[in-house]
């Protein structure tokens, strides 16, 4: 079973530092992974359409409506980092909404059926090269204050351009190839 205290002690092995026994350690690396671990994992879960992330929800219908424009507005999952569309095929510009702070605009009646992708906290839930990638990034941004080596920074530059693509390689097997919309300038030409 993954913990946070191994990716804690994953990134420590990185930096060339000692180990930690608990996320509460009184030790400067465990304090400094604590101030960014929360935030590194969320950016990173939100820069891809990760396969374990995806979560699908049925939103109802906020009340009161939208003063002007659309007729309703559904309000994200508590749980959303990043709104994606309800099918891997469905990328196209065509969907008839918006989405202003965390709200989506749109005219559809509800339910509204959505795909997010969700805010993963358990580490078990995260793909083993997820928490490689998630490991390695907070490795990256911490190495200069832990190590003051920039040799080592640019080594885990290389790493986390490695791992990253592996982690996404690895996810995008596992999912519906998503179609390119089609282009209305060569759509009208044909």
């Given at each position: 079973?993954?913990?946070?205290?191994?990716?804690?002690?994953?990134?420590?092995?990185k930096?060339?530092?000692?180990?930690?026994?608990?996320?509460?350690?009184?030790?400067?690396?465990?304090q400094?992974?604590?101030?960014?671990?929360?935030?590194?994992?969320?950016?990173?879960?939100?820069?891809?359409?990760?396969?374990?992330?995806?979560e699908?929800?049925?939103?109802?219908?906020?009340?009161?409506?939208?003063?002007?424009g659309?007729?309703?507005?559904?309000?994200?999952?508590?749980?959303?980092?990043?709104?994606?569309?309800?099918?891997?095929?469905?990328?196209?510009?065509g969907?008839?909404?918006v989405i202003?702070?965390r709200?989506?605009?749109?005219?559809?009646?509800?339910?509204?059926?959505v795909?997010?992708i969700?805010?993963?906290?358990?580490p078990?839930?995260?793909s083993?090269?997820?928490?490689?990638?998630?490991?390695?990034?907070?490795?990256f941004?911490?190495?200069?204050?832990?190590?003051?080596?920039?040799t080592k920074?640019?080594?885990?530059?290389?790493?986390?351009?490695?791992?990253v693509?592996?982690?996404?390689?690895?996810?995008?097997?596992?999912?519906v190839a998503?179609?390119?919309?089609?282009d209305?300038?060569?759509?009208?030409?044909?």
């Amino acid at each position: 079973m993954a913990s946070v205290v191994d990716i804690y002690n994953r990134v420590a092995q990185k930096l060339g530092a000692k180990r930690i026994t608990s996320v509460d350690e009184n030790s400067n690396l465990a304090q400094e992974i604590n101030q960014c671990y929360s935030g590194l994992r969320d950016a990173a879960l939100e820069e891809h359409r990760w396969s374990f992330a995806i979560e699908r929800a049925s939103l109802a219908a906020d009340s009161p409506v939208p003063e002007w424009g659309k007729d309703n507005a559904f309000t994200w999952p508590s749980d959303c980092l990043k709104i994606i569309p309800p099918y891997p095929e469905d990328d196209d510009i065509g969907r008839d909404w918006v989405i202003e702070g965390r709200k989506i605009i749109t005219d559809y009646a509800a339910p509204l059926y959505v795909r997010y992708i969700k805010q993963i906290t358990d580490p078990n839930e995260m793909s083993p090269l997820f928490r490689e990638y998630l490991a390695t990034l907070i490795a990256f941004e911490l190495c200069e204050k832990v190590t003051q080596s920039n040799t080592k920074k640019a080594g885990l530059k290389e790493d986390m351009s490695d791992i990253v693509n592996k982690a996404k390689k690895s996810s995008a097997i596992q999912s519906v190839a998503a179609y390119s919309p089609d282009d209305t300038w060569l759509a009208l030409r044909n």
